[in-house]
Protein backbone atom coordinates (compact mmCIF):
# COMPACT_ATOMS: atom_id res chain seq x y z
CA UNK A 1 0.00 0.00 0.00
CA UNK A 2 2.90 2.54 0.84
CA UNK A 3 4.43 1.93 -2.87
CA UNK A 4 1.11 2.50 -4.16
CA UNK A 5 0.57 5.28 -2.28
CA UNK A 6 4.15 7.36 -3.37
CA UNK A 7 3.15 6.14 -7.04
CA UNK A 8 0.00 8.29 -6.91
CA UNK A 9 1.65 11.13 -5.33
CA UNK A 10 4.37 11.23 -7.74
CA UNK A 11 1.77 10.93 -10.75
CA UNK A 12 -0.62 13.97 -9.49
CA UNK A 13 2.69 16.09 -8.67
CA UNK A 14 4.06 15.13 -12.24
CA UNK A 15 0.99 16.18 -13.86
CA UNK A 16 0.76 19.59 -12.06
CA UNK A 17 4.58 20.20 -12.99
CA UNK A 18 3.70 19.22 -16.80
CA UNK A 19 1.27 21.28 -17.12
CA UNK A 20 2.54 24.17 -15.68
CA UNK A 21 6.05 23.81 -18.37
CA UNK A 22 3.34 23.51 -21.07
CA UNK A 23 2.24 27.12 -19.96
CA UNK A 24 5.85 27.96 -19.71
CA UNK A 25 7.22 26.92 -23.23
CA UNK A 26 3.63 27.73 -25.01
CA UNK A 27 3.57 31.10 -23.95
CA UNK A 28 6.69 32.64 -21.88
CA UNK A 29 9.11 31.18 -24.50
CA UNK A 30 7.01 32.68 -27.26
CA UNK A 31 6.25 35.71 -26.19
CA UNK A 32 10.34 36.67 -25.37
CA UNK A 33 11.63 35.08 -28.57
CA UNK A 34 8.78 36.24 -30.38
CA UNK A 35 8.75 33.02 -32.86
CA UNK A 36 6.21 30.62 -33.34
CA UNK A 37 7.79 27.69 -31.06
CA UNK A 38 5.03 24.91 -31.57
CA UNK A 39 3.26 23.44 -29.22
CA UNK A 40 4.04 20.64 -26.64
CA UNK A 41 4.15 16.62 -27.68
CA UNK A 42 3.55 14.04 -25.87
CA UNK A 43 7.30 13.46 -26.40
CA UNK A 44 8.49 16.64 -24.85
CA UNK A 45 5.97 15.71 -21.79
CA UNK A 46 7.94 12.61 -21.56
CA UNK A 47 11.01 14.21 -21.45
CA UNK A 48 9.39 16.64 -18.78
CA UNK A 49 8.23 13.98 -16.61
CA UNK A 50 11.49 12.08 -17.25
CA UNK A 51 13.59 15.37 -16.18
CA UNK A 52 11.51 16.37 -13.32
CA UNK A 53 11.87 12.49 -11.95
CA UNK A 54 15.63 12.79 -11.91
CA UNK A 55 16.25 16.23 -10.56
CA UNK A 56 13.96 14.85 -7.46
CA UNK A 57 16.27 11.85 -7.85
CA UNK A 58 19.58 14.02 -7.45
CA UNK A 59 17.98 16.25 -4.29
CA UNK A 60 16.91 13.43 -2.37
CA UNK A 61 19.52 11.03 -2.49
CA UNK A 62 22.71 12.69 -3.72
CA UNK A 63 24.67 12.95 -0.25
CA UNK A 64 25.26 16.36 -0.86
CA UNK A 65 22.85 19.17 -1.28
CA UNK A 66 22.66 20.90 -4.88
CA UNK A 67 20.93 23.65 -5.85
CA UNK A 68 17.82 23.84 -8.10
CA UNK A 69 19.63 26.37 -10.23
CA UNK A 70 22.58 24.61 -10.79
CA UNK A 71 20.60 21.50 -11.93
CA UNK A 72 18.51 23.46 -14.28
CA UNK A 73 21.51 25.43 -15.70
CA UNK A 74 23.17 22.03 -16.15
CA UNK A 75 20.32 20.71 -17.96
CA UNK A 76 20.45 23.21 -20.39
CA UNK A 77 23.45 23.44 -20.86
CA UNK A 78 24.40 19.76 -21.50
CA UNK A 79 21.24 20.17 -24.39
CA UNK A 80 22.59 22.57 -26.06
CA UNK A 81 26.16 21.21 -26.05
CA UNK A 82 24.61 17.99 -27.52
CA UNK A 83 24.57 19.53 -30.54
CA UNK A 84 28.25 20.33 -30.63
CA UNK A 85 28.09 23.26 -32.56
CA UNK A 86 31.20 25.31 -31.18
CA UNK A 87 28.85 28.67 -31.83
CA UNK A 88 25.39 27.76 -30.16
CA UNK A 89 25.75 28.23 -26.49
CA UNK A 90 23.57 28.95 -23.11
CA UNK A 91 24.70 32.13 -21.80
CA UNK A 92 23.51 32.75 -17.83
CA UNK A 93 22.50 36.34 -16.70
CA UNK A 94 26.64 37.63 -15.80
CA UNK A 95 27.58 35.66 -19.35
CA UNK A 96 24.78 37.32 -21.35
CA UNK A 97 25.41 40.90 -19.77
CA UNK A 98 29.02 40.86 -20.40
CA UNK A 99 27.52 39.69 -24.04
CA UNK A 100 25.27 42.86 -24.34
CA UNK A 101 27.57 45.02 -23.12
CA UNK A 102 30.50 44.51 -25.81
CA UNK A 103 27.81 44.81 -28.54
CA UNK A 104 27.04 48.00 -26.59
CA UNK A 105 30.82 48.56 -26.81
CA UNK A 106 31.29 49.07 -23.61
CA UNK A 107 32.67 46.63 -20.52
CA UNK A 108 34.92 45.92 -17.96
CA UNK A 109 38.37 45.08 -18.39
CA UNK A 110 41.45 45.89 -19.23
CA UNK A 111 41.51 46.91 -22.98
CA UNK A 112 42.63 44.10 -24.74
CA UNK A 113 41.40 41.56 -27.97
CA UNK A 114 41.92 37.84 -26.80
CA UNK A 115 41.63 34.69 -28.56
CA UNK A 116 42.22 31.02 -28.10
CA UNK A 117 45.10 29.47 -29.58
CA UNK A 118 44.41 26.66 -30.69
CA UNK A 119 47.94 25.50 -31.60
CA UNK A 120 48.80 24.99 -28.08
CA UNK A 121 45.82 25.68 -26.31
CA UNK A 122 46.28 29.27 -24.96
CA UNK A 123 45.11 32.47 -24.65
CA UNK A 124 46.99 34.95 -26.78
CA UNK A 125 46.64 38.74 -27.11
CA UNK A 126 45.38 39.60 -30.19
CA UNK A 127 45.29 43.42 -30.14
CA UNK A 128 45.84 46.00 -27.30
CA UNK A 129 44.12 49.08 -27.36
CA UNK A 130 45.86 52.66 -27.51
CA UNK A 131 45.54 54.17 -23.59
CA UNK A 132 43.93 52.08 -21.92
CA UNK A 133 45.28 49.96 -18.73
CA UNK A 134 46.71 47.12 -20.88
CA UNK A 135 48.35 49.57 -23.30
CA UNK A 136 49.58 51.75 -19.69
CA UNK A 137 50.99 48.30 -17.87
CA UNK A 138 52.63 47.41 -20.93
CA UNK A 139 51.16 43.91 -22.06
CA UNK A 140 51.64 43.72 -25.80
CA UNK A 141 50.15 41.72 -28.70
CA UNK A 142 50.93 38.12 -29.02
CA UNK A 143 51.85 37.88 -25.35
CA UNK A 144 49.95 34.88 -24.37
CA UNK A 145 47.95 35.14 -20.73
CA UNK A 146 49.03 32.04 -18.62
CA UNK A 147 47.69 33.14 -15.31
CA UNK A 148 44.86 35.71 -13.73
CA UNK A 149 45.60 36.47 -9.75
CA UNK A 150 47.75 33.13 -9.78
CA UNK A 151 44.48 30.98 -11.75
CA UNK A 152 46.12 29.13 -14.61
CA UNK A 153 43.78 29.42 -17.91
CA UNK A 154 43.99 27.65 -20.81
CA UNK A 155 42.53 28.96 -24.24
CA UNK A 156 39.62 26.89 -24.14
CA UNK A 157 38.61 28.33 -20.94
CA UNK A 158 38.64 32.11 -22.69
CA UNK A 159 35.42 32.70 -21.51
CA UNK A 160 36.06 32.27 -17.80
CA UNK A 161 39.20 33.96 -17.98
CA UNK A 162 37.42 36.97 -19.11
CA UNK A 163 34.47 36.81 -16.65
CA UNK A 164 37.60 36.74 -13.98
CA UNK A 165 38.73 40.07 -15.64
CA UNK A 166 35.40 41.67 -15.60
CA UNK A 167 34.55 40.72 -11.84
CA UNK A 168 37.71 42.78 -10.67
CA UNK A 169 35.99 46.29 -11.72
CA UNK A 170 37.78 49.09 -10.10
CA UNK A 171 40.63 46.63 -8.82
CA UNK A 172 44.14 45.86 -10.14
CA UNK A 173 44.77 42.32 -11.53
CA UNK A 174 47.66 40.09 -11.57
CA UNK A 175 48.50 38.52 -15.06
CA UNK A 176 51.38 36.24 -15.51
CA UNK A 177 52.01 35.95 -19.03
CA UNK A 178 54.45 34.56 -21.71
CA UNK A 179 56.17 36.39 -23.94
CA UNK A 180 59.46 35.53 -25.99
CA UNK A 181 59.59 32.80 -24.20
CA UNK A 182 59.74 34.02 -20.95
CA UNK A 183 57.11 34.79 -18.16
CA UNK A 184 56.58 37.68 -16.38
CA UNK A 185 54.03 39.02 -13.92
CA UNK A 186 52.21 42.51 -14.79
CA UNK A 187 49.75 44.10 -12.53
CA UNK A 188 46.64 45.62 -14.88
CA UNK A 189 43.89 47.84 -13.78
CA UNK A 190 40.40 46.86 -14.93
CA UNK A 191 38.13 49.78 -15.69
CA UNK A 192 34.48 50.44 -16.96
CA UNK A 193 35.78 51.05 -20.63
CA UNK A 194 33.87 52.56 -23.52
CA UNK A 195 35.43 51.75 -26.86
CA UNK A 196 35.35 53.89 -30.26
CA UNK A 197 35.77 50.74 -32.72
CA UNK A 198 36.70 52.38 -35.50
CA UNK A 199 40.91 54.07 -36.01
CA UNK A 200 41.94 56.08 -38.46
CA UNK A 201 44.93 58.40 -40.12
CA UNK A 202 47.09 59.27 -43.26
CA UNK A 203 50.03 57.07 -43.22
CA UNK A 204 52.75 57.85 -45.81
CA UNK A 205 52.33 59.05 -49.81
CA UNK A 206 48.77 60.62 -48.18
CA UNK A 207 47.29 57.07 -47.94
CA UNK A 208 44.05 57.04 -45.36
CA UNK A 209 43.99 53.70 -42.91
CA UNK A 210 41.45 52.64 -40.98
CA UNK A 211 41.26 50.39 -38.88
CA UNK A 212 38.02 48.09 -37.79
CA UNK A 213 38.62 46.60 -33.99
CA UNK A 214 34.84 45.13 -33.91
CA UNK A 215 31.92 45.29 -35.07
CA UNK A 216 29.86 46.60 -32.05
CA UNK A 217 26.53 48.70 -32.54
CA UNK A 218 28.01 52.38 -33.33
CA UNK A 219 30.85 50.94 -35.94
CA UNK A 220 29.30 51.69 -39.29
CA UNK A 221 28.20 55.14 -37.62
CA UNK A 222 32.06 56.06 -36.76
CA UNK A 223 33.23 54.36 -39.49
CA UNK A 224 31.74 56.55 -42.36
CA UNK A 225 32.39 59.41 -40.01
CA UNK A 226 35.86 59.04 -40.45
CA UNK A 227 35.88 57.69 -43.96
CA UNK A 228 34.36 61.59 -44.60
CA UNK A 229 37.18 63.05 -42.51
CA UNK A 230 39.87 61.13 -44.43
CA UNK A 231 38.55 62.07 -48.04
CA UNK A 232 38.24 65.75 -46.80
CA UNK A 233 41.58 65.32 -46.95
CA UNK A 234 42.09 64.64 -50.39
CA UNK A 235 43.37 60.94 -49.52
CA UNK A 236 44.97 59.17 -53.00
CA UNK A 237 43.85 55.26 -51.34
CA UNK A 238 42.18 53.56 -48.49
CA UNK A 239 43.51 50.40 -46.47
CA UNK A 240 41.33 49.30 -44.32
CA UNK A 241 42.50 46.67 -41.36
CA UNK A 242 39.94 43.69 -40.52
CA UNK A 243 43.32 41.92 -38.83
CA UNK A 244 42.61 40.46 -35.11
CA UNK A 245 38.86 41.93 -35.81
CA UNK A 246 37.08 38.69 -34.48
CA UNK A 247 33.81 39.84 -35.74
CA UNK A 248 30.34 41.55 -34.18
CA UNK A 249 26.84 42.96 -35.73
CA UNK A 250 26.01 41.62 -38.95
CA UNK A 251 23.66 44.51 -39.39
CA UNK A 252 26.81 46.67 -38.80
CA UNK A 253 29.43 44.88 -41.15
CA UNK A 254 26.18 45.53 -43.85
CA UNK A 255 26.19 49.38 -43.37
CA UNK A 256 30.01 49.85 -44.15
CA UNK A 257 29.57 46.92 -47.21
CA UNK A 258 27.28 49.37 -48.28
CA UNK A 259 29.12 52.31 -48.15
CA UNK A 260 32.06 50.74 -50.06
CA UNK A 261 30.63 47.85 -52.45
CA UNK A 262 28.99 49.02 -55.74
CA UNK A 263 25.62 48.61 -56.51
CA UNK A 264 24.70 44.77 -56.64
CA UNK A 265 25.18 41.82 -54.56
CA UNK A 266 26.89 41.88 -50.57
CA UNK A 267 25.70 38.81 -49.20
CA UNK A 268 23.12 36.00 -48.75
CA UNK A 269 22.31 34.12 -45.74
CA UNK A 270 20.53 31.04 -46.32
CA UNK A 271 18.65 28.58 -43.31
CA UNK A 272 17.73 24.72 -42.85
CA UNK A 273 14.60 25.41 -44.95
CA UNK A 274 16.22 26.89 -47.29
CA UNK A 275 14.85 30.68 -47.28
CA UNK A 276 17.60 32.62 -48.34
CA UNK A 277 17.67 36.60 -47.68
CA UNK A 278 19.83 38.71 -50.04
CA UNK A 279 21.79 42.27 -48.94
CA UNK A 280 22.27 44.46 -51.74
CA UNK A 281 24.33 47.92 -52.30
CA UNK A 282 22.48 51.08 -54.06
CA UNK A 283 25.34 52.71 -53.51
CA UNK A 284 28.09 53.73 -56.55
CA UNK A 285 31.11 52.29 -53.80
CA UNK A 286 34.12 53.35 -53.29
CA UNK A 287 36.03 55.21 -56.09
CA UNK A 288 39.40 55.07 -55.10
CA UNK A 289 41.96 52.56 -55.04
CA UNK A 290 41.17 50.10 -51.81
CA UNK A 291 43.37 47.28 -50.08
CA UNK A 292 42.20 45.18 -47.07
CA UNK A 293 44.37 43.95 -44.73
CA UNK A 294 42.98 40.37 -42.79
CA UNK A 295 44.92 37.62 -41.00
CA UNK A 296 43.57 34.35 -39.40
CA UNK A 297 41.68 36.16 -36.73
CA UNK A 298 39.34 37.63 -39.46
CA UNK A 299 36.31 36.10 -38.58
CA UNK A 300 32.73 36.11 -39.57
CA UNK A 301 31.63 40.06 -39.99
CA UNK A 302 35.13 40.58 -40.83
CA UNK A 303 35.03 38.01 -43.81
CA UNK A 304 31.52 38.97 -44.65
CA UNK A 305 32.94 42.68 -45.43
CA UNK A 306 36.20 41.00 -46.88
CA UNK A 307 34.27 38.43 -48.81
CA UNK A 308 31.76 41.05 -50.58
CA UNK A 309 34.99 43.21 -51.53
CA UNK A 310 37.15 40.24 -53.26
CA UNK A 311 34.31 38.64 -55.35
CA UNK A 312 33.13 42.24 -56.18
CA UNK A 313 36.63 43.01 -57.26
CA UNK A 314 36.73 46.75 -55.14
CA UNK A 315 39.65 46.30 -53.57
CA UNK A 316 42.63 44.08 -52.83
CA UNK A 317 42.99 41.23 -50.29
CA UNK A 318 46.57 41.54 -48.28
CA UNK A 319 48.02 39.32 -45.74
CA UNK A 320 47.05 35.64 -44.41
CA UNK A 321 44.10 33.36 -45.22
CA UNK A 322 40.95 34.33 -42.78
CA UNK A 323 39.63 32.04 -40.14
CA UNK A 324 37.06 30.56 -41.96
CA UNK A 325 33.19 31.14 -39.60
CA UNK A 326 30.71 31.28 -42.72
CA UNK A 327 27.33 30.84 -40.34
CA UNK A 328 25.96 33.46 -38.21
CA UNK A 329 23.94 33.19 -34.94
CA UNK A 330 21.01 34.62 -33.03
CA UNK A 331 20.85 35.69 -29.31
CA UNK A 332 17.79 34.86 -28.06
CA UNK A 333 16.26 36.31 -24.52
CA UNK A 334 14.85 34.72 -21.78
CA UNK A 335 12.84 36.17 -18.25
CA UNK A 336 15.39 36.05 -15.95
CA UNK A 337 18.00 37.61 -17.98
CA UNK A 338 20.08 34.18 -19.38
CA UNK A 339 19.99 33.92 -23.25
CA UNK A 340 20.77 31.33 -25.91
CA UNK A 341 23.06 31.47 -28.79
CA UNK A 342 22.25 29.74 -31.94
CA UNK A 343 23.41 29.42 -35.29
CA UNK A 344 20.79 29.98 -37.37
CA UNK A 345 21.86 30.54 -40.94
CA UNK A 346 25.25 30.23 -43.55
CA UNK A 347 26.43 33.07 -45.05
CA UNK A 348 27.38 33.34 -48.83
CA UNK A 349 29.75 35.67 -50.47
CA UNK A 350 28.13 37.43 -53.52
CA UNK A 351 29.97 34.48 -56.28
CA UNK A 352 28.05 31.65 -53.76
CA UNK A 353 30.89 30.27 -51.32
CA UNK A 354 30.17 29.51 -47.89
CA UNK A 355 33.69 30.19 -46.08
CA UNK A 356 32.78 28.12 -43.10
CA UNK A 357 35.63 26.46 -42.37
CA UNK A 358 37.77 27.57 -45.81
CA UNK A 359 38.32 30.73 -44.62
CA UNK A 360 39.30 33.66 -47.22
CA UNK A 361 42.76 33.42 -49.09
CA UNK A 362 44.41 36.67 -50.20
CA UNK A 363 45.17 38.25 -53.33
CA UNK A 364 48.53 38.90 -51.93
CA UNK A 365 50.04 37.13 -49.37
CA UNK A 366 52.25 38.46 -46.66
CA UNK A 367 53.11 37.02 -43.43
CA UNK A 368 53.65 39.09 -40.60
CA UNK A 369 57.04 38.39 -38.92
CA UNK A 370 57.48 40.66 -36.66
CA UNK A 371 55.24 43.34 -35.16
CA UNK A 372 57.97 45.75 -34.64
CA UNK A 373 57.45 46.25 -38.89
CA UNK A 374 53.96 45.96 -40.33
CA UNK A 375 55.38 44.50 -43.50
CA UNK A 376 51.56 43.15 -44.19
CA UNK A 377 50.33 47.74 -43.76
CA UNK A 378 53.97 48.45 -46.74
CA UNK A 379 52.56 45.56 -48.53
CA UNK A 380 48.90 47.14 -48.74
CA UNK A 381 50.05 50.75 -49.38
CA UNK A 382 52.44 49.64 -51.81
CA UNK A 383 49.35 47.91 -54.31
CA UNK A 384 47.61 51.16 -53.80
CA UNK A 385 50.39 52.97 -55.27
CA UNK A 386 50.93 50.60 -58.11
CA UNK A 387 47.35 50.54 -58.77
CA UNK A 388 47.29 54.31 -58.42
Do not use: W
Request: aromatic share 8%.
Amino acid sequence: MKNKFVIFIGLIFLVFITSFLTQVVITNYGFIYNVNLGICTAEDMEFFNKFINSKFLLKNTFYKDIENETLYEGALKGMIDSIEDPYTSYLDKDESEALYQSIDQEYDGIGVYLQEDRTDNSIVVLSVIKGKPADIAGILAEDKILKINDIEYKGTQIDEAVLKIKENAGKKIKLTILRDGKTKEIDVECLHIKLDTVESEIKKDNIGYIKILEFGSETSKEFKEKYEELRKQNIEGLVIDLRNNTGGVYEEVIEIAKTIVPKGLIVYTQDKNGNKEEIFSESEGIDIPLSVLINEYSASASEVLAGAIKDRECGILVGQKTYGKGVIQGIYNMSDGSSIKVTIAEYYTPNGVCIDGIGIEPDKKVEQVSIKKDSQLEEAIKVLKQNN
